[in-house]
């Protein structure tokens, strides 16, 4: 089960790694003002989540032993 897990998760990164295609108009896109590197700031955010609920996962592992 971890090895498909770990399969798809190697084809969505390479699927998200792709440039768009040329022909592909995205017109619902949207400005905003803020931080210019607030996407930059997206691997950290789910690496601090993912920790999180690790940890939380350790823990509940813990108490039923």
Wanted: proline share 8%; charged share 35%; net charge neutral.
């Amino acid at each position: 089960m971890m090895t498909e897990d770990l399969e798809r998760r190697i084809a969505l990164t390479e699927l998200m790694a792709a440039p768009d295609p040329p022909e592909l108009r995205r017109g619902n896109r949207q400005r905003f003002e803020g931080r210019p590197d607030r996407y930059e700031m997206l691997p950290v955010l789910a690496m601090l989540f993912a920790q999180t609920r690790l940890i939380e996962f350790q823990e509940r592992a813990s108490y039923r032993l």
